[in-house]
């Protein structure tokens, strides 16, 4: 979301018209009263507003990540108000907030409107002092991603004494060295050897599909291949030699 002012009026119904107006948005004790029914809301979606249109989408994409079917767009057509009111409101900290059916958010239909969102303003607009969210770019290799990364570490190296950031550090026994564009990535038994190095932090997930053994440790100390990596690996390997490590 942008300044109020560089917001067109014809991009949005007049009740998410509402969300322009910062007291009622982050008032904690009263939430703002949003459409009257999700049925309501997919028709302002259908018509003309974006903001509408991105709840329906949100929704979509939520379920569809529990192997769930879309909500249909008119679900509670036949149910009554104020049951089907949804409201929107902050929750938690001052980028997250939750669109919801609270009246039937513990009923027994499965089938409820619930919907949890950040708002990211653009950079530099004067918002980023309230809203702490950022939209996600679309490459970690961008300039935006290499300066965040860049300021991270400065302030690590300045302001964490524990971290002892040091050139004359010994390093792990094996670590990879990146390579370049012209040289593939390989692991590196350290023997002893000194220097700097950055550190993958990551969840492994249900496998492992790439690791060193016995029966590969030859083959990785003389490289590893960017195509036998996951894309996790390959985006870490890619920053590393990007930001000169």
Not at 19 to 47: F, V
Request: aromatic residues 8%.
């Amino acid at each position: 979301m942008s300044t109020t002012a560089e917001i067109e009026k014809r991009d949005l119904c007049d009740t998410c018209m509402q969300i322009q107006d910062l007291d009622l948005l982050l008032g904690y004790d009263e939430p703002i009263k949003h459409h009257r029914s999700w049925t309501l809301l997919c028709q302002s979606a259908e018509s003309r507003c974006k903001l509408c249109n991105a709840f329906v989408h949100c929704q979509d994409m939520m379920r569809s990540s529990d192997s769930r079917d879309s909500l249909s767009r008119n679900f509670d057509e036949h149910m009554s108000w104020p049951d089907t009111q949804l409201t929107l409101r902050p929750h938690g900290i001052n980028s997250l907030f939750i669109l919801q059916q609270k009246a039937l958010f513990h009923h027994p239909y499965r089938d409820v409107a619930n919907v949890w969102f950040e708002l990211c303003p653009k950079a530099d607009d004067p918002l980023e002092a309230i809203f702490t969210a950022r939209a996600v770019e679309l490459s970690s290799q961008s300039d935006k991603c290499l300066d965040l990364l860049q300021t991270w570490i400065k302030k690590c190296k300045e302001e964490h004494p524990l971290c002892s950031w040091t050139a004359d550090h010994i390093l792990p026994t094996r670590v990879i060295d990146v390579g370049s564009e012209s040289e593939d990535p390989f692991l590196f038994e350290s023997n002893g050897a000194r220097g700097e190095w950055l550190t993958l932090s990551h969840c492994w997930g249900g496998g492992t599909p790439l690791q060193t053994t016995s029966r590969t440790l030859d083959i990785h100390k003389s490289s590893i291949t960017m195509d036998s990596l996951p894309e996790t690996f390959r985006d870490a390997i890619l920053l590393t030699r990007l930001l000169g490590y």
